[in-house]
């Protein structure tokens, strides 16, 4: 059971970061770039996310839109873009003061073309780690929503799921739920430090 969940885990963190990562890493580049207005309703926007701890969050909207895979996703999708927002909007906001954008404004260059270009290609990288590195957060809370009875149906292979059932049976059969959590464990665990050395490959001032 345990060989059946890890497949769906594993998809549910990549449709979910995926999409996490692109719409906050949107928003992000838009905010920075643009400034005035836009960045302050972007920040502010963002920052009502934040005040919420993500899982509670994730409940809220887990119960609000229904119990299916799909709707989980996006509960949890929901929860998980301001953190790339944030980010990315660092990022631009550092880039787009470089000397290669005036550069590319003095030859005549649109914003969408500098931005999309150059500013967001340069920028990517911590994108890219902190996708890494969520990838183990996202299945520990994917798995925390099916364990506390979000699942579509109780037979779904999920981690989750087996842990939850294997806590019905925690004095007679405790390696139900020792499993299920151990893989949880090496997943996250393994996802950082995968990121750390993603981190370490990318930022050059960590090669010196």
Do not use: C
Not at 47 to 62: E, S, T, Y
Not at 148 to 155: D, K, W
């Amino acid at each position: 059971m345990i060989v059946l969940a890890i497949p769906i885990d594993l998809e549910n963190a990549v449709i979910i970061v995926l999409g996490a990562a692109t719409f906050g890493t949107l928003l992000g580049a838009l905010a920075g770039y643009m400034g005035g207005a836009i960045d302050e309703l972007i920040l502010r926007i963002t920052d009502i996310f934040l005040a919420f701890p993500g899982l509670v969050l994730a409940l809220v909207f887990a119960a609000l839109f229904g119990r299916s895979i799909p709707t989980l996703r996006l509960a949890i999708l929901l929860v998980w873009w301001p953190t790339y927002v944030r980010l990315m909007r660092g990022q631009i906001l550092s880039e787009k003061g470089k000397a290669y954008v005036e550069a590319l404004r003095a030859l005549g260059a649109g914003h969408l073309r500098i931005l999309f270009m150059n500013v967001i290609p340069n920028s990517i990288y911590p994108i890219l780690v902190q996708g890494t590195m969520d990838f183990g957060g996202v299945v520990l809370t994917f798995s925390a929503l099916m364990f506390l009875g979000f699942s579509p149906t109780p037979s779904l292979p999920e981690l989750g799921n087996l842990a939850a059932d294997g806590y019905k049976h925690i004095f007679e059969a405790p390696w139900l739920i020792i499993f299920p959590g151990l893989v949880m464990l090496l997943i996250a665990l393994g996802f950082n430090l995968v990121g750390d050395g993603l981190r370490d490959v990318l930022d050059p001032r960590l090669r010196r």
